[in-house]
């Protein structure tokens, strides 16, 4: 899979996407991620890639020409599946779209920043756009990063378990039991004797149990909507 991030702060996203799991996939060739600098694509002589909103109001809006020229050389190279754009104001991402995204060839994530991005871009070049949750980031850098990690973790290879990701919370909508590692006893807090039985269908009951409980109490509405 390729992953084209668009970004006018490249550091924001290189660092989160250079380390641990994502950086060896990135090695082993599981992934090829590449960031790119809007500013690189500036059109003016002040090399600016905003400018003030039409009508007035605060705050500066994105400009469609770096966009478009970034957009355009990467579409004249290769066929995208989908032209992802950041924002608080739409979809949700959740881990169904996750998995979904994970099984495209190519992807293209243009990250928002400033108080948005010209209509124009939305309207004709984007094809999807995702908010990580509601609350308000001070741009959409992150919100890439997250997504592009949320991504590449499902990745055949990736993992080294190959089943740790679909016993992740949320593959079927339940939150993960807790877990445990030595020592079995410390300073009394003690591991939940099931653990240490090695009665592998009690403790996969337990967990079972324990997941339940757990989103039950936590987070009642992933039990609601089966989607
Ligand atoms: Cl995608 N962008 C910003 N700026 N804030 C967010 C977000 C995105 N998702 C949640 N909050």
Redesign the pocket.
């Given at each position: 899979m390729r992953i084209d991030i668009i970004t006018a702060i490249p550091k924001l996203l290189e660092s989160p996407l250079g380390h641990s799991i994502i950086q060896r996939a990135r090695e082993k060739r599981l992934v090829e991620i590449h960031i790119h600098n809007l500013r690189d694509y500036a059109t003016n002589r002040y090399k600016s890639i905003d400018d003030y909103p039409f009508g007035g109001g605060a705050g500066m809006v994105m400009s469609v020409e770096p966009i478009f020229k970034v957009i355009g050389k990467l579409t004249g190279e290769r066929k995208y599946d989908e032209i992802i754009y950041?924002?608080?104001d739409s979809e949700r991402f959740t881990q169904k779209i996750a998995n979904n995204l994970s099984l495209m060839m190519n992807i293209i994530i243009l990250t928002?920043h400033y108080k948005g991005v010209d209509q124009r871009v939305r309207d004709h070049l984007i094809t999807m756009e995702?908010?990580?949750?509601d609350?308000?980031?001070?741009?959409?850098e992150l919100?890439g990063a997250v997504i592009t990690d949320a991504i590449v973790r499902l990745l055949p290879g990736v993992l080294s378990d190959e089943t740790s990701a679909l016993t992740d919370s949320f593959q079927d909508n339940l939150l993960a039991p807790p877990v445990y590692t030595r020592p079995a006893n410390f300073k009394g807090w003690k591991v939940p004797e099931v653990l240490l039985s090695g009665h592998a269908e009690k403790i996969e009951k337990w967990r079972l149990e324990q997941s339940w409980d757990r989103t039950k109490k936590i987070r009642p509405d992933l039990l609601k909507d089966e989607e």
């Open positions: 950041t924002t608080p928002g995702l908010s990580i949750g609350y308000v980031l001070s741009g959409g919100a």
